[in-house]
């Protein structure tokens, strides 16, 4: 695709095989800093990433190309798939130039199928700032047999995270996800390894290079998903009637 616009990307029913823009693409000069997913409810850290808590390096990936750096993978302890809501924060730093109207659309899927769609706007960032983008997606409802075979298929969950600037996309990521189940007599969650006050359980959760457990993946700390925050708070994002209803889909 030569060029893709906003409406390319919500007309898309499934991922796509390869990225639409180059890593050149950025021409603003925008880096993410830090990404921090935290279950609304209850405000526990489910996962973390900064340049403080870097992800593990794959020590068998012997050489890193374009696409590697977009990618990553999550590894999530079931419950995840039980929130109502998540809340992501991003903080990243823009270059020399102004951005205007910085979009993300993110498209999450389970094998081919569209499971929900998210669209923020950041709106305007001032040139050589560093901003914090906050968004609250709320969860599709999932039946006991889909969250079974999401569980059963790692990294058959995946998302497209599109980012523009007014209609030009500047960069593309691609995110898959496994899912563990969680020792049910374990004092605490895996998770609780990033909330203070918490001895958080060895193993099940964090996020591994893509090409840890994936073969065609490779790592990406850089550039991986990000989520949604207006200059003036949070912004929740509405639920999407046309994607992936309980009743339309599963009966």
Not at 103 to 114: D, P, V
Not at 135 to 155: C, G, K, Q
Request: aromatic content about 12%.
């Amino acid at each position: 695709m030569d060029s893709c616009t906003p409406a390319d990307v919500l007309s898309l029913k499934g991922p796509t095989k390869s990225f639409l823009c180059p890593l050149t693409a950025n021409t603003y000069g925008i880096e993410f800093l830090s990404f921090t997913i935290t279950d609304y409810d209850s405000k526990k850290t489910i996962f973390e990433v900064s340049r403080d808590r870097p992800l593990p390096l794959d020590l068998n990936i012997t050489q890193l190309d374009e696409d590697s750096l977009r990618k990553i993978n999550y590894e999530f302890s079931e419950d995840v798939l039980k929130l109502p809501k998540i809340m992501t924060t991003l903080v990243f730093s823009v270059g020399p130039q102004e951005v205007r109207d910085f979009r993300m659309i993110e498209r999450h899927y389970f094998g081919n199928q569209l499971i929900k769609s998210y669209d923020f706007t950041f709106g305007f960032c001032i040139p050589g700032s560093t901003n914090t983008w906050e968004a609250v997606y709320a969860m599709p409802p999932l039946d006991s047999d889909l969250v079974d075979s999401m569980i059963e298929n790692p990294y058959d969950a995946s998302s497209d995270s599109f980012y523009f600037v007014g209609d030009k996309l500047i960069m593309h990521n691609k995110a898959y996800y496994k899912y563990v189940v969680e020792d049910a007599t374990a004092q605490s969650k895996s998770y609780d390894k990033y909330n203070p006050g918490h001895k958080g359980a060895k193993g099940a959760k964090g996020a591994k290079g893509a090409n840890a457990e994936r073969e065609e993946g490779a790592k990406g700390a850089k550039g991986e998903k990000a989520s949604a925050k207006t200059g003036g708070g949070e912004e929740e994002e509405e639920e999407d009637p046309g994607c992936w209803s309980k009743e339309d889909d599963y009966i």
